[in-house]
């Protein structure tokens, strides 16, 4: 796996695999496997064994300090992340020393237990940042397979699809479609070939703060091996402290480490905040009769009512495949929507069923989408590191494209970072913490930038006096004509979870049962994730106050955790020790890592924090 052997580096290796390999170890004593999907408790196969859910999460953010010190290892860059902005980042940094014959020591941590594991996208990439890290990517093999080749828009109404004109904009022209996991996985070997040092399974559960309390100096990884009262098992292993010159964000749409830190550092101005959407999708396996390789077919209306933001899309893959899925702002205010039963009804429209009869469902996953836009971005880099990627909020809603951005921020903070620690010697022990100014300098002479600013008030535009058919309107006027070039720049209205209304204001929404050929029950589909979570561990859904959730969101959004969660992980159930009184349940075990809980929450009282490092979803060709 490693082929950096410089001494310096097998001393690295060995320093972290002692834990890796106490986790292991762990790991295969515990009878923890594959969940399948389960109410009121987890369900493990082969072995199957039923455990209680934890009732209520622990609120306290930090467990009992570790019973043995932790290992700590130094690197030049630590980058918190193994999708697509963290990998062209540690890629950028490994080429550039490789072309001037010197070092520079690069790690990446990620989550999932494997590169790959935890990255689901629609997805058609453009891929100009693939080309200047590899230009010859089309003969070293990247599983870039299916080039687009036709655009279509459908107006979907409850019985039929209409044509409408395809947006400049979403031209996939000259672009791929593919399984992003496939080509982060790519990605991953490259890196670890050009001597990046790789860590999955490895969940960033803290950062490392100077003395200043204001610049960053790394991050300490998840302690393994702690039951669910914090309290350490004969398993435990503590984390390991991973110090670097610069720390590079990159852990994707709300990530647990970026959210509390733009706090901290105040990387947002007053009243500016990211809006989300949250994208649902399958990805199946179609009739040849029935597959079309290379068509696109993006979708309005149908099964969203004129006040929701949202649409579908249909991708021809390669080999018979198809993905397919439907986005939905997270600033909808109906308590009784359901994105996932949504989704359900988008796949029983006879413009998506057809297609669909016959094939059978490969893979199934969720996560949130960062919609804000250049109105929401924060400051890009802090004494010590910078944000890159999702995690900065770099997506191109109109375009509905965010991988091309990801990595070229990726690119252009590698650049700025190799130049402050390899050309300037910044960095060094006792000296300020970096400041990567050059690289907020270059984003906003980037192609990023000018695109972004170019389609700023599209999506707010859906929240203005104009509501969604002037938005439409709007939208349609801005890009085709106006391209960005107005005095004025739209505001996003409230964050999400603030646009939620009382359940009394609307009648709950009547879903149709799964036919269990095109539509399936939450937890059929969250069989198909490959979610698993290790047993007896912390809930990592942690409640800040354990009485708001019965106390307010049952009475007055009539519990919508139970719907906007497109995994089943929340519930209120009746509570044994107060008869006639209901409890909130939280199925850890089912998590999908989609954020979508935090952001929506209209208490704000749910924190996602990282589960041990390898658990969550295993996502397969999404």
């Not at 834990?19 to 082969?46: K, Q």
């Not at 490392?208 to 004969?234: L, M, Q, W």
């Not at 929507?337 to 199934?364: C, M, T």
């Not at 959730?549 to 906007?564: C, D, I, S, T």
Request: glycine fraction near 10%.
């Amino acid at each position: 796996m490693y082929r950096c052997c410089t001494p310096a580096a097998l001393s690295r290796v060995g320093a972290f695999a002692r834990p890796l390999v106490a986790r292991a170890t762990a790991v295969a004593r515990s009878s923890s496997c594959i969940v399948t999907g389960h109410r009121g408790g987890l369900r493990v196969e082969p072995q199957v064994s039923h455990f209680s859910s934890t009732r209520i999460a622990r609120y306290a953010d930090e467990a009992d300090p570790p019973a043995e010190p932790r290992e700590m290892m130094e690197y030049d860059v630590v980058i918190v992340g193994g999708g697509p902005a963290g990998l062209a980042a540690a890629i950028r940094l490994k080429q550039l020393a490789a072309k001037e014959d010197t070092e520079i020591s690069v790690i990446v941590v990620e989550k999932g237990g494997e590169i790959g594991a935890h990255t689901l996208s629609g997805a058609c990439i453009e891929t100009g940042p693939l080309e200047e890290l590899f230009p010859d990517w089309k003969e070293l093999g990247a599983p870039l397979n299916q080039p687009a080749l036709e655009d279509h828009m459908k107006y979907l109404t409850a019985k039929h699809a209409l044509p409408l004109p395809h947006p400049p904009q979403m031209s996939n022209a000259g672009n791929y479609i593919v399984s992003l996991s496939n080509v982060v996985k790519w990605l991953g070997e490259k890196a670890e070939e050009l001597g990046v040092d790789i860590f999955p399974g490895t969940a960033a559960s803290e950062i490392i703060y100077g003395e200043d309390g204001a610049s960053v100096c790394g991050i300490i990884t998840n302690d393994a091996g702690v039951d669910k009262d914090f309290k350490p098992k004969s398993t435990f292993t503590p984390g390991i402290e991973l110090r670097g010159k610069l720390t590079l964000l990159a852990e994707g749409c709300h990530g647990s480490l970026t959210k509390g830190l733009i706090r901290k550092l105040k990387l947002r101005e007053d009243g500016q905040f990211q809006t989300y959407g949250l994208g649902i999708k399958e990805v199946w396996e179609v009739e040849p009769a029935k597959h079309s390789p290379g068509t696109i077919t993006h979708t309005m209306g149908y099964p969203l009512d004129y006040k929701t933001y949202g649409g579908g899309f249909i991708y021809h893959m390669e080999d018979n495949k198809v993905s397919l899925g439907l986005v939905i702002g997270l600033d909808y205010e109906n308590p009784y929507l359901s994105p996932y039963q949504e989704f359900q009804r988008f796949k029983a429209h006879p413009f998506v069923s057809n297609l669909l009869k016959g094939g059978r469902v490969l893979s199934y996953g969720g996560r949130a989408l960062v919609e804000g836009g250049i109105q929401s971005l924060p400051k890009l880099y802090f004494p010590g590191g910078a944000l890159i990627g999702d995690t900065a909020g770099l997506m191109n809603v109109p375009k509905i494209k965010g991988t091309h951005n990801a990595m070229k921020s990726g690119i252009l903070a590698a650049d700025s970072a190799y130049k402050a620690i390899v050309a300037e010697g910044q960095g060094e022990e006792g000296a300020p913490a970096i400041a990567l100014t050059e690289y907020e300098t270059a984003f906003k002479d980037s192609s990023i930038y000018k695109e972004l600013y170019e389609v700023r008030n599209v999506r707010p535009s859906f929240h203005t006096g104009l509501g969604i058919w002037g938005g439409i309107v709007w939208s349609g006027l801005d890009t085709l004509l106006l391209k960005g070039r107005v005095p004025f720049t739209f505001q996003h209205k409230n964050p999400d979870h603030a646009m939620l209304k009382p359940a009394a204001m609307f009648k709950p929404i009547e879903y149709p049962k799964p036919d269990n050929e095109i539509t399936f029950d939450i937890l059929t589909s969250v069989s198909r994730t490959g979610t698993g979570h290790t047993e007896n561990q912390p809930v990592h859904l942690r409640l800040k106050d354990t009485s708001v959730q019965v106390k307010e969101n049952l009475p007055v959004y009539a519990g919508p955790e139970q719907r906007f969660c497109p995994a089943g992980v929340y519930e209120y159930v009746d509570d044994e020790a107060n008869p006639g009184q209901k409890r909130f349940q939280i199925n850890s075990q089912n998590c999908i890592h989609c954020k979508t809980c935090d952001i929506k929450d209209p208490a704000q009282n749910i924190n996602w924090t990282v589960p041990e490092g390898g658990n969550g979803p295993q996502y397969v060709d999404t």
